[in-house]
């Protein structure tokens, strides 16, 4: 089944997983800039995919986690073994939000590292049995183009919700509402995608 509705001008995703990219690691004192392999992110960090998803009038869809209260941030989640990026980004979209309507825009061409705090890396040692630094993220520009109504935090039934409330927001309102630990990433994942966000941008 095809998730990922395209038009005929929209961009389409060919996977390369030879591919070389710089790896950024944020989020520390010490950043690093390194030329990784596209399937090799830094060692110790849980390959991960994060979708910034807009509507026409250059809106994130941001939602807000139950679990923190006031915290948002865009949908995100791990790949997959052997799973290529894009099909995890869609496939996150999906089991997150309900979304299946949206175009590929652009991709960010480098992996993205955030460190976990002591406490959240101890929670999520348990969830996930190993206790990894951080995420390593490939992110994803998506632009919607289904009817709001589409929108379904229940998700596709098949994951536990991760959201309790969503909301169209403008890129500095989410880096301001995003946990701290995430918000240098997101700078940067907005500073990529800022030519898409300008008023000449079709």
Not at 64 to 72: E, K, L, S
Request: glycine share 6%; aromatic share 12%; with cysteine.
């Amino acid at each position: 089944m095809n998730l990922f509705r395209t038009s005929s001008s929209s961009p389409r995703f060919v996977a390369t997983p030879s591919r070389k990219f710089a790896a950024f690691r944020v989020g520390s004192r010490n950043s690093t800039q390194s030329l990784v392999d596209m399937e090799s992110p830094p060692e110790g960090y849980r390959k991960d995919v994060g979708i910034c998803l807009i509507k026409p009038e250059k809106k994130v869809f941001g939602a807000r986690r139950p679990d923190i209260p006031d915290a948002w941030q865009m949908p995100q989640g791990g790949i997959d073994d052997d799973e290529d990026p894009m099909v995890a980004a869609l496939r996150e979209l999906r089991e997150e939000t309900g979304v299946v309507s949206a175009e590929l825009m652009a991709e960010v061409p480098f992996w993205l590292t955030y460190d976990f705090p002591p406490d959240v890396r101890e929670k999520l040692a348990i969830r996930w049995g190993k206790g990894w630094k951080g995420q390593a993220q490939k992110w994803f520009l998506l632009k919607f183009t289904g009817k709001e109504e589409e929108v379904n935090l229940l998700g596709d039934g098949t994951e536990k919700p991760e959201f309790g409330d969503w909301a169209w927001m403008k890129p500095d309102e989410l880096i301001d509402r995003a946990v701290d630990f995430k918000k240098t990433v997101y700078q940067q994942v907005f500073s990529v995608f800022a030519p898409h966000f300008s008023d000449s941008d079709s």
